[in-house]
């Protein structure tokens, strides 16, 4: 129960990491921008995104402490057979690949700067920009799951359960991303993602007072 406590505060330190990332890789371009421009990030960000792509890998291990010990709430809630803990883990899995893919492909541009001309950076950030979209499917699948858990076990109070069909909903929007280098679309990721980070935040404390209360 200690390492399940303590585990579930493995969200905070991922949205922290990952506000973090955000924070120092600069302002980010979007799909719809010129080659020039978006070359003109690389090159003005090439150490920041260095920086920003490690943390962002390494923020993956504090995300899984906090998956297992969803994968145990879930369980003692009343998904005995761990359906709904099994789809929320690979929703998690799936959209942690694409952002680690994104976040490779980004890492490869400024590596290799030197060498890639405007084109050539607005393709691979365009590429890097889909993963990122892809990934937002396994996400969507990740709240979902949790709030189909809420509503149905009680695993999570049936507001938390609420904003994860919201999010949900935004996250197979930005998705779109995927077919198209709208703006609007992008707004959407942007807004799918800050809710998102909301909702670890909220769940983590969650688990972390849940488990806290049943040891005293």
Do not use: C
Not at 12 to 25: E, H, L, Q, R
């Amino acid at each position: 129960m200690k390492w399940e406590r303590y585990g579930a505060l493995g969200g905070i330190v991922f949205v922290i990491m990952i506000v973090v990332t955000i924070a120092i890789s600069g302002s980010s371009p979007m799909a719809s921008d010129t080659p020039a421009k978006v070359l003109k990030y690389f090159n003005d960000n090439k150490d920041a995104i260095k920086v920003a792509s490690f943390v962002g890998a390494l923020a993956a291990l504090p995300i899984l402490l906090w998956a297992g010990s969803l994968w145990a709430r879930l369980h003692r809630s009343g998904d005995t057979q761990f359906r709904l803990a099994v789809i929320a883990l690979l929703g998690l899995l799936l959209g942690g690949a694409g952002n680690l893919a994104q976040s490779g492909v980004t890492s490869a541009v400024v590596l290799e700067l030197n060498r890639v001309g405007a084109n050539e950076a607005k393709f691979f950030f365009v590429l890097g920009q889909g993963f990122s979209a892809a990934s937002s499917i396994g996400l969507a699948v990740l709240v979902l799951a949790v709030s189909l858990a809420a509503f149905r076990f009680r695993a999570f109070p049936l507001w938390v359960g609420w904003i994860g069909v919201l999010d949900g909903i935004l996250f197979l929007i930005s998705a779109y991303a995927l077919a198209t280098t709208s703006d609007a679309i992008g707004a959407f990721a942007f807004a799918s993602f800050i809710l998102w980070a909301i909702w670890i935040l909220i769940t983590s404390v969650i688990m972390f007072r849940a488990k806290e209360q049943s040891t005293t």
